[in-house]
């Protein structure tokens, strides 16, 4: 059973940086996509980026390109998104998740994807 778990978030304010972790286990080696997302109250889950199983294709929301980086780290089954300059709008509980198979373009949309951590809260004040 994957496991997938978020930490790092918490209040800033507006410019800050933010890096978030999602750290994953259990399941078999495979291809997979590990996306993350942000939901706030009242308002779907949405994309913020996502990133596939060598690391080697990212993708963005454009809300956030040029602000964020999604990265990972093989050797201990953790991906990050680095937050940059935030605004108070990227306020939300973020979410990562993950969706096995060899995806060519990344899924944007929550129902693709197979496992969800529990999410983490970022704050950020103006």
């Known amino acids: 059973q994957v496991q997938l778990v978020e930490s790092g978030g918490g209040l800033v304010q507006a410019g800050d940086s933010l890096r978030l972790s999602c750290a994953a286990s259990g399941g078999p080696a495979s291809t997979y996509v590990m996306g993350w997302f942000r939901q706030t109250r009242g308002k779907e889950r949405e994309f913020v980026a996502g990133?596939?199983?060598?690391?080697?294709?990212?993708d963005y929301a454009d809300a956030v390109k040029g602000r964020f980086i999604v990265s990972r780290d093989d050797t201990k089954s953790i991906i990050y998104l680095q937050m940059n300059s935030l605004k108070p709008e990227d306020t939300a509980v973020y979410y990562c998740?993950?969706?096995?198979?060899?995806?060519?373009?990344?899924?944007?949309?929550?129902?693709?994807?197979?496992?969800w951590g529990q999410g983490t809260p970022v704050t950020v004040s103006s």
């Open positions: 998740a993950l969706r096995w198979g060899l995806i060519v373009t990344i899924p944007i949309m929550a129902n693709e994807y197979d496992y």
């Open positions: 990133i596939t199983w060598n690391g080697g294709r990212t």
